[in-house]
């Protein structure tokens, strides 16, 4: 069975011992073959929404600047945002190497910068040296700056609803179980068989379990940044 919004649906519809839906009568379903579309999206929405940074759920993304504009609004997905990882993106047309931005926060960013968003003298204008993230979801750069430069930058999608009977989900297929045994606490609640229900929740926490020590329990490395020396007879 494929993996799409179509095999998600009929994965619970044989579960359950119903009639399989095909791509021709996908769109028009109704009763409980549109309940089980929901069904599929409200458990990949319940997934999404236990993590804020899933990893298949990243995206790297492209800001073209403007000459004398500061602020940008967010990605319309965006869940969180990576502030440590925008950079400058290397053109040698503008003579730019790739420099990573250091960030500001909003209050400093008021007290030190503020002026630059009200400043039309192009002579304060540079390259950007801080991101700032404010509070009205915006991003900030400062200096003003005075070139069409590229920041690239990471961040984390709330994820989608599926909607075409292709579409296909972010999540890995390998964790297609997943996704199913959610919808299936949907589908017996629609039935009213709530002692089912209760076992498939366990089933689904058991997966997201599953995903988060896979994908967000990690041990990271701590790096030793002391300068050793050497002196001639303490070698």
Known sequence: MAYDFLGLVNDV????????LTSSNFSSAKGFYAFAKDAVNASLRHINQEEFEWPFNHVEN??????????????YDAKTVNMNSFRIKRDDTLGTDTVRLKVLNYEE???????????SNAGVRGVPKFVIRAPSKELLF??????????VYEYYTMGFDLNLHSDVPNLPEQYRYVIVDGAMYYAYQFRSDFQASSVAMEKFQMGIKNLRSLHINRTEY???TRVQHSFKGFE
């Open 142 to 151: 400062a200096p003003a700056p005075d070139k069409a430069y590229e920041v």
């Open 62 to 75: 492209t800001e073209i600047l403007s000459a004398g504009t500061v602020r940008y609004g967010y990605p």
């Open 13 to 20: 519809n044989r579960r359950l011992n119903e009639v399989e």
């Open 109 to 119: 960013y008021l007290d030190k910068y503020a002026d630059i968003e009200y400043n």
């Open 222 to 224: 701590i790096r030793d």
